[in-house]
């Protein structure tokens, strides 16, 4: 007998089993899944022990930036490998609280990888505007760079943790969606819907994306490249 598959409605977020796919193709996906991120960890597992473990790297305030990067990426990809594994064996969704996992995991992993790289392109313009004006440029401390990192990962994982909340007037939800193979976050009405998009999609990624776009035209507009007198302000 297969086992009970956990619908959108054992979430209690809706009553619809419209679109879920066979047990034999859900498997398949989950296997797929599980697949991508297991060689996905073991990519970025290697380059983060390697960087961790060398005390040198660590004290270097950039490469501190590249291991804060990696850990929304392992976060991302190794809670939601297990989970997608135990589906793929048990032939159904094992739990609702694996399914909020699933998804507090996929939020954070990307709104966390966009504002992570967001401080980084700051930094960077930061530096190479003082470099332009021949100003002399003092790297951000160790310390510095773990408080603006780590207040990126609870500023992500605080929003992430809506759709775990057992709580009926909620920006989103889990639920389970792409033919009932993934939980992820996802309005339930009109009203969540236009907060969803309008206020939590720019907080965790639009915004990011816009900070890192406007950095990279202010850096063609001023011309780094170019002689100094030619600058342009931005």
Not at 4 to 13: A, H, R
Not at 141 to 162: D, K, N, P, Q
Request: net charge positive.
């Amino acid at each position: 007998n297969e086992p009970p598959f956990l619908y959108v409605k054992d979430l209690g977020y809706w009553d619809s089993r419209m679109g879920a796919l066979n047990v034999s193709v859900r498997r398949n996906i989950w296997l797929a899944y599980t697949i991508i991120r297991a060689v996905s960890t073991l990519i970025i597992g290697i380059i983060f022990m390697a960087m961790v473990l060398n005390k040198k790297i660590r004290r270097k305030p950039y490469n501190l930036f590249l291991i804060y990067l990696m850990i929304p990426d392992l976060v991302y990809n190794i809670p939601g490998g297990v989970v997608y594994f135990m589906n793929f064996i048990a032939g159904a969704h094992i739990s609702v609280t694996a399914c909020k996992i699933e998804s507090f995991c996929t939020v954070f992993g990307l709104s966390g990888n966009c504002w992570i790289n967001t401080l980084i392109a700051l930094e960077l313009y930061r530096m190479l505007k003082d470099s332009y004006i021949r100003k002399h440029y003092f790297p951000p401390s160790v310390r510095t760079v773990s408080i603006r990192c780590l207040t990126a990962y609870l500023f992500c994982a605080s929003i992430s943790a809506i759709g775990s909340v057992n709580f009926s007037k909620l920006p989103y939800k889990t639920m389970l969606l792409i033919g009932g193979t993934a939980c992820i976050p996802s309005p339930y009405d009109s009203i969540s819907a236009i907060i969803f998009y309008i206020v939590i999609t720019p907080l965790l990624l639009y915004i990011p994306f816009g900070i890192v776009t406007y950095v990279t035209v202010c850096i063609i507009r001023r011309g780094i490249s170019q002689r100094r007198e030619n600058r342009r302000e931005c």
